[in-house]
């Protein structure tokens, strides 16, 4: 068992760009979908270009949930899928014949968006990215507890997707959307929301959700839920929330 205590939020979807829409959304939760991008108003023009609409929604709840003058804090960026759009750009481009772009390619590993995050923000500290399947933000928040009890003071934990390139549609197997949110997690502590998290061997998987599994660990929190539970790739994982 782990437990978090989640001390700020924020998150990024089109439609749902400030807490107080995310909270009315959690009480009567839909599928986001659309092409909006969030400003990211805190990186220059010139840095920004260089981000793809999937790093800016990441990047962008990072920014709002980690203040200015706040650094050092561990990293833990976590999606399941990562910048696949621009994988798809490599292998289209060999598929062609072509040479692949450098910059493409650089960009396209799943670390890339937490080391542009880290590189805009001069973070020195540790930061990791992490991918696991649907239990991506299980995974996430057991590194995050892990650098809690190593003696961190707090971790920045983002989670994000977007939706998958037409040709792997037939490989889906949740909802598709395009969303990122942030947690600045510490170890348990009674001033802020605390949640609980178990898990156990088990070979049934759920049926689909009407969201991805990443937003619904979200709504979750956000909509003040007592328990979540699911099964997924033969485990069942137990949310909790403290009283």
Known sequence: MIGLSVKEWAAWAPGLVDQTAWTAWAQAPWLPAGDGTPALSEVPAMQRRRIERLG??????????????????????????????????????????????????????????????????????????????????ETACIEAAALLADGAPEVLLVVYDAPLPAVY???????DAGFAWCWRLV??????????????????????TALPHGLDVLRFLLAGDAALEWRGDGVHWHWRRDA
């Open 56 to 137: 800016r929604m990441a990047i962008q709840t990072a920014f709002w949930c980690q203040r200015a003058d706040e650094g050092g804090v561990p990293l833990v960026f976590a999606s399941r899928h990562g910048d696949v759009a621009r994988s798809m750009e490599l292998l289209e481009a060999l598929v062609a014949g072509e040479s692949p772009s450098p910059t493409t390619f650089g960009l396209s590993v799943h670390n890339a968006i937490a080391a542009l995050y880290s590189i805009l923000r001069g973070e020195r500290g540790n930061y990791v990215a992490t991918a696991g399947g649907k239990a991506t933000v």
């Open 169 to 175: 549609a037939g490989f889906a197997d949740e909802p």
């Open 187 to 208: 170890a348990t502590d009674t001033a802020w929301p605390t949640l609980r998290l178990t898990w156990t061997a088990d070979g049934a998987d759920d049926a689909a």
